[in-house]
Antibody, heavy 115, light 109 residues
Framework: EVQLVESGGGLVQPGGSLRLSCAASGFTFSSYEMNWVRQAPGKGLEWVSYISSSGSTIYYADSVKGRFTISRDNAKNSLYLQMNSLRAEDTAVYYC????????WGQGTLVTVSS | QSALTQPRSVSGSPGQSVTISCTGTSSDVGGYNYVSWYQQHPGKAPKLMIYDVSKRPSGVPDRFSGSKSGNTASLTISGLQAEDEADYYCCSYAGREGVFGGGTKLTVL
């Protein structure tokens, strides 16, 4: 069974940092492109970042460029998102999604940026 | 990159057909045959329903179909069922990024 399990969300003050993790199982993680997609409360989906299967190609949405860093560890079947200089508008449920298109999704982890 | 434009809501009765549009530009929807559609029930993760404009993943009923003309993609759901009531999002490749539509709430009357 395919599973993607996000962790690392929580409450953080504006300007703070968080590191999200996504643990993958049930498929060949190292063969899949991976993405982070977020959803603000009551709002739609927003693509955040992409990383190729090898990690050699990375893209970011303009809204997070320079503040967020995506990475992966294929030996650990894990995807990461380092989020720095967090703002109130980064408050959202963050999903990791496997494939492009996004075949598999995790259940998400909530990030709340508030003082 | 601006979000793709979808109607905020559509509705239909059981057994009927509905179509949800997704309008972009020549830099996204019109420029690539990489449009996908996702279904999201409240409190749940999105689910891939259509990819590459008109292809269905294994397990998705053939009541769901996709198409594209110019800068507008469409998702058609025929033979509406109660469980189809959900939010639907289109997504397009746009060069070095992905872009989603704002989402459409489908109500089954």
């Amino acid at each position: 069974e395919v599973q993607l399990v996000e962790s690392g969300g929580g409450l953080v003050q504006p300007g703070g940092s968080l590191r999200l993790s996504c643990a993958a199982s049930g498929f060949t993680f190292s063969s899949y492109e991976m993405n982070w997609v977020r959803q603000a409360p009551g709002k739609g989906l927003e693509w955040v970042s992409y990383i190729s299967s090898s990690g050699s190609t990375i893209y970011y949405a303009d809204s997070v460029k320079g503040r967020f860093t995506i990475s992966r560890d294929n030996a650990k079947n894990s995807l990461y998102l380092q989020m720095n200089s967090l703002r109130a508008e980064d408050t959202a449920v963050y999903y990791c999604a496997a494939g492009d298109p996004h075949d598999y999704w995790g259940q998400g982890t909530l990030v709340t940026v508030s003082s | 990159q601006s979000a793709l434009t979808q109607p905020r809501s559509v509705s239909g009765s059981p057994g009927q057909s509905v179509t949800i549009s997704c309008t972009g530009t020549s830099s996204d929807v019109g420029g690539y045959n990489y449009v996908s559609w996702y279904q999201q029930h409240p409190g749940k993760a999105p689910k891939l329903m259509i990819y590459d404009v008109s292809k269905r993943p294994s397990g998705v009923p053939d009541r769901f179909s996709g198409s594209k003309s110019g800068n507008t993609a469409s998702l058609t759901i025929s033979g509406l069922q109660a469980e189809d009531e959900a939010d639907y999002y289109c997504c397009s490749y746009a060069g070095r990024e992905g872009v989603f539509g704002g989402g459409t709430k489908l109500t089954v009357l």
